[in-house]
């Protein structure tokens, strides 16, 4: 067992996800058998190797700082499932 | 092969005048489509008169886009005329493809009009008043925006992505936007929220994935072309199955503003055709440096076309010695070998090139392509757009239910794995390991590419299966992008188009991969095989 049902837990915690007990089960099965697949890449000796994070290497992409024009505000806010007067409503956070 | 049916005379192309009511309700997930309930009264007046195009017996729908640029410049047709063709069509098999997500019928006519004022006015261009499909996850100002996904249902973006932006300024008439795995996570379609699209060339099949509504609509004649992103071969993989030309260009070509991400770091948006000149002409209008996106590449853009004057005399193509065994159909490694075969007849060399990293490639792009999804995904948290739980109890409650109930199993399960890999004590392990193995991957091209100019292999290891088939597996679904994986990881341009059929009737693919900003090279060896063979005039019997 690579992950069990609690790890599962913690990591959909970590994710914000959460699961039904069913699906909780699936997924730690399913999510061993994807990580012991894995398991292949430690037959790889890679100590001596850079890795790669993008295939075409960029690095520090600069612009001029100039004022553009953002977005209208209503528009930003066209989207949202509970805006109100140009505020995203979201539960309390703060007691 | 009695399942091909081969464009033959009918001595008639469309009727002159008729009437379509799109009227098209498809409730596979009994999810609300509010586009797709649209109706709109459709009267076509001019008759098309043209001995040339009666005598091939094609109908406007059939056509290429270069054919019917030669059309609309000569005013032989209108693009109202063309767009109600498409529309027409659309009408009449969309129950059965279920190729769009969004149809956009009004919208479409609208552009057609517009680009027939252009046209009279001589200004028109290669794509002007073409009518194309968009992959859902592609940004379209004002344009309902899904991804696939139940988190997405009601997002409309308030901008164009850049391709958006560059079709519609080339006057191009965008009739939907195509339906596709949940984020481009998949390879069948399935995995939609709204539903699977289905292969034309056999409706209990799937159509590939993610992008297999844009490479169905293309191969049902459903829209002229089509774009659709390929994070992992979920342009070419579809392309394959469906019996089309579907090409990746290199990473940094096109721009991503405006393609909603899924794994940054492969993730390119690219066309589907009917023929590799049409791949050209779309790849004109998309590709380009934007400062939008900064890893958009800052190279100038040849003309594409120019690309398809040469041969492939003198070509050297690489061959890699690890596709000729395990896990490919006996059928698909033939149809590639007769592929090759017509190659070397027409000039090309090949030489055998040694990629032996692509064996790991899987698990490298299966922890890659979770761990920038789940940070990528991050955003989808209830408070600025889409869907949002009701009736809960507190912030985190309202996170976690919006997620669970918003996106699909197969979305959750990558987010699950990527975050399992980026956690405390396995970013090493998992996600720093791959990306040395990804290394490894690159230097194998790289070297490959010292001794050729093109490397050639199959597409797909196996012709469309059928749909069900393997949606209880993943990772026997993830073996479906064993092929094409390698060349996203290294960032390469790669191209799929027809080379055969299945003694079911089903297209199979050769896939080209070219060097970094070699595209024109693949374009080169993809022309020259497709000016020889006919396997791209098949069309499937609907």
Redesign the interface.
Same mark, same amino acid.
């Given at each position: 067992m690579k %992950?069990s049902k609690e790890?599962?837990e913690h990591?959909?915690l =970590? !994710?914000?996800?959460?699961?039904s007990e069913t699906e909780k089960e699936r997924?730690t099965i399913? =999510?061993n @058998?994807?990580?012991e697949?894995?398991d #292949? =890449?430690?037959e790889?000796d #890679?100590t001596q190797?850079? /890795? #790669?994070?993008? !295939? *075409?290497a960029?690095k520090n *992409?600069f612009?001029e700082d100039q004022v553009l024009p953002s @977005?209208p505000q209503d528009?930003?806010l @066209?989207?949202? /499932?509970?805006g109100d007067r140009g505020f995203?409503r *979201? /539960?309390? %956070?703060i007691e | 092969m009695d399942q091909n049916q081969k464009r033959r005379p009918e001595g008639k192309i469309d009727d002159p005048v008729w009437m379509g009511r799109i009227s098209l309700s498809n409730s596979d997930s009994g999810l609300p489509h509010p586009e797709r309930s649209c109706q709109i009264w459709l009267v076509l007046h001019s008759a098309i008169r043209n001995p040339q195009l009666e005598g091939a017996g094609m109908k406007l729908y059939e056509m290429t886009t270069h054919q019917l640029h030669d059309l609309l410049s000569r005013k032989e047709i209108t693009s109202r005329e063309l767009t109600g063709s498409v529309l027409k069509r659309i009408e009449e098999l969309e129950g059965r493809i279920h190729a769009y997500i969004t149809l956009t019928p009004e919208m479409a006519l609208e552009q057609a009009a517009a680009a027939d004022l252009r046209i009279q006015k001589g200004e028109a261009g290669p794509l002007t008043g073409i009518p194309l499909a968009l992959k859902d996850v592609i940004c379209t100002r004002g344009l309902r925006t899904t991804c696939g996904s139940h988190i997405l249902d009601n997002f409309i973006p308030p901008y164009d992505a850049t391709v958006t932006e560059k079709l519609r300024a080339a006057g191009a008439v965008f009739v939907g936007k195509t339906n596709m795995d949940e984020f481009a996570m998949g390879s069948s379609t399935e995995n939609s929220a709204f539903g699977p699209s289905r292969n034309p060339w056999d409706t209990q099949r799937i159509p590939g994935g993610s992008s297999g509504g844009s490479a169905a609509a293309v191969a049902a004649d459903e829209c002229i072309a089509s774009l659709g992103s390929d994070t992992g071969g979920s342009i070419r993989q579809p392309a394959a199955c469906c019996g089309v030309v579907g090409m990746k260009p290199t990473y940094g070509r096109v721009s991503r503003y405006g393609l909603v991400a899924f794994a940054s770091s492969l993730d390119q948006i690219g066309p589907f055709s009917k023929d590799v000149r049409d791949t050209a002409l779309v790849l004109n209008a998309i590709c380009g440096h934007e400062p939008r996106d900064s890893t958009s590449v800052d190279l100038p853009v040849p003309d594409y076309t120019r690309a398809l004057e040469g041969d492939v005399r003198g070509m050297v193509l690489g061959v890699p010695r690890e596709n000729s065994g395990q896990g490919i159909d006996p059928q698909v490694a033939e149809s590639v070998r007769e592929a090759i075969e017509v190659l070397k007849k027409l000039g090309a060399k090949t030489v055998e090139v040694s990629l032996p990293h692509s064996a790991y490639a899987l698990a490298v792009y299966y922890i890659i392509a979770p761990c920038e999804a789940s940070s990528n995904l991050a955003r989808y948290d209830g408070v600025k757009y889409g869907f949002r739980a009701k009736g809960t109890q507190d912030l985190l409650d309202m996170y976690q239910e919006t997620r669970w109930q918003g996106f699909g199993a197969e979305v959750k399960r990558r987010i699950m794995l990527g975050t399992y890999a980026l956690s405390a004590g396995y970013y090493d392990a998992y996600y720093l390991k791959a990306s040395r193995v990804r290394t490894l991957i690159r230097q194998d091209f790289e070297k490959a590419f010292e001794k050729c100019d093109a490397i050639v292999l199959p597409t797909a290891p196996t012709p469309a299966f059928k749909i069900g088939e393997k949606v209880d597996d993943p990772l026997q679904m993830y073996l479906s992008d064993i092929l094409t994986i390698p060349c996203n990881l290294a960032g390469l341009p790669g191209l799929s188009l027809p080379c055969g059929f299945s003694r079911e009737g089903l297209p199979i693919g050769l896939q080209i991969l070219g060097n970094l900003f070699q595209e024109e090279r693949v374009l080169r060896v993809a022309h020259a095989f497709e000016r020889n063979t006919d396997h791209h005039r098949q069309k499937p019997k609907l």
């Open positions: %992950i790890e599962v990591v959909a =970590l !994710a914000r996800l959460k699961f997924f399913q =999510l @058998s994807i990580l697949y894995m #292949t =890449l430690k790889l #890679t190797v850079e /890795p #790669t994070f993008h !295939a *075409v960029r *992409v612009r @977005s528009l930003a @066209s989207n949202a /499932p509970d995203f *979201v /539960p309390k %956070i | -």
